[in-house]
Every structure is written in C-alpha cells, then in structure tokens.
C-alpha cells in the first residue's frame, strides 16, 4: 500500500477538523453519543476525501498525449460562386 502524499495528508485532516466543528455548531448536541457519532462521521469524510485527491504522476489514459501530425490538417471550405454584377436601370 503506497505511503499517503502531503496533500492527501492535509486535505484529509482540514476535512476532519471543519467537517467536526461544523456538524457540531449545526447540532448543537451534548451528550456523548451525540459526539462520538459526528467524530465518526468525521473521520469517515476525511478518510473519503484523503482517498479521492489525485495522486502524483498517474494520469487517465484519456489524457495521454499524441504526437502531433507530421502536416498541420486544412479544412477545405469551397469559395463561394460568384453572383452575377446587376446594373441599375437609369431613369
């Protein structure tokens, strides 16, 4: 199992400390149960968004790069007919 990175490291542990103080401010419970529930919860989100940051040098493979094409690509837009000169008639 690969050692965590130091952005997974703090962003695991903001997640912990805000989520915790938020969900307490929100709930404003007392009792013990109240908290050992929102520290768990805690923890469980922290865990999720230390597990989802990107880790360095991987890459989808959507995202490879390609060579480039040896002759830059043309669109070839045909140039519009020529309409034919109208003369005014003099009066």
Known sequence: MPRPTAAQLAYGSCTVIFSTLAMLLLSQTSSGA????????????????????????????????????????????????????RERAVS
């Open 34 to 85: 109240g908290i050992a529930i929102i520290a768990v919860a805690a923890l469980a989100l922290g865990l999720l968004v230390a597990l989802t940051v990107p880790l360095p040098g991987k890459r989808p493979a959507a995202v490879e790069q390609r060579p480039a094409p040896a002759e830059p690509l043309r669109a070839s837009v045909p140039a519009p007919a020529p309409e034919p000169v």
